[in-house]
């Protein structure tokens, strides 16, 4: 089982690999998170978005892990914009889990998915919604605080009038799609970049010149593409209900060459995500 963590700037731990639980609904959340705890996962992630932290919470409490082993993030919901829709979802969110705290919160978008990479772009609106972030921190709902989607942009917007910079910025990043610009300028401001569909939800599994990088080191598509995340310094959260995935996902005591690195940072991108297209993230419109 991989468990190599990293340092947020406050000085917590994150685990490197954790388990995503997209497109999950409560019962299969709960199960999940039962499955990936016994394997030996420690960090989950759940969204207001995605209807099922009461699931996870459930998953927690009967995984036999002890909570100060577990490391959980949510995320507030895109749509909730200012200090006091974000202030009452976090409230929501700890009832849901049915925790007394959240180890990392984040806000999921900068702007409404509705609205993804469009004109408008919020920024007093996410000003305020931070304030909000900042304030649970500040009163120990939350253990770390970030965001998600941000650009580098969106970023700046923050970091020009934090209290409390954000800790972590976590992306769309896989092999055929590393955006190394944003990525480079989140870790030159000590803002840890995780990946999310880091195995591209799934997409990338029939890409001819991975397979072949994933045959030369006798390793699955899926161990390929997580161990290329976790070598550009990414934490990753691949999302999957099956327990030999998340088994094989965990395998990652094995070392990509520098050149190796090189190639997979220049593969063919991906241009078609399919049944997945239509999500804002992967470039459709809702």
């Not at 409390?164 to 976590?170: R, S």
Request: charged fraction near 25%; include cysteine; glycine fraction near 8%.
């Amino acid at each position: 089982m991989y468990n190599v963590t990293s340092k947020l700037t406050n000085g917590i731990e994150i685990p490197m690999l954790g388990l995503g639980t997209w497109l999950l609904d409560d019962q299969q959340a709960e199960q999940a998170v039962r499955e990936a705890v016994a394997i030996g996962y420690r960090h989950i992630d759940t969204a207001q978005a995605y209807g099922n932290e009461r699931g996870v919470g459930e998953g927690i409490r009967s995984g036999g892990a002890a909570r100060e082993e577990l490391f959980i993030t949510t995320k507030v919901a895109a749509e909730l914009k200012t200090y006091n829709e974000v202030t009452k979802s976090i409230d929501e969110s700890l009832a849901k889990l049915g925790l007394d705290y959240i180890d990392l919160l984040i806000i999921h978008s900068p702007q409404p998915w509705k609205e993804f990479r469009e004109e408008k772009r919020y920024f007093e609106e996410n000003k305020e919604a931070w304030r909000a972030l900042e304030s649970a921190y500040k009163a120990g709902k939350v253990k770390a605080i970030g965001v998600s989607n941000f650009l580098q942009d969106d970023l700046e917007n923050i970091l020009a009038g934090c209290e409390i910079k954000p800790m972590v910025n976590q992306i769309l990043a896989h092999v055929s799609n590393t955006p190394a610009e944003l990525i480079e300028f989140c870790q030159k401001n000590d803002i840890l970049v995780e990946a999310y569909s880091p195995i591209a939800h799934g997409a990338v599994l029939d890409h001819a010149e991975v397979k072949v990088m994933a045959e030369k080191y006798g390793v699955s598509v899926a161990q390929l593409c997580l161990r290329y995340g976790i070598q550009l310094g990414l934490a990753v959260i691949p999302k999957t209900a099956n327990p030999d995935h998340m088994r094989n996902n965990a395998e990652l005591d094995f070392v990509i060459s520098d050149a190796d690195m090189e190639t997979l940072k220049q593969a063919e991108p991906i241009r078609d995500y399919g049944e997945h297209s239509f999500f804002p993230v992967f470039g459709g419109k809702l």
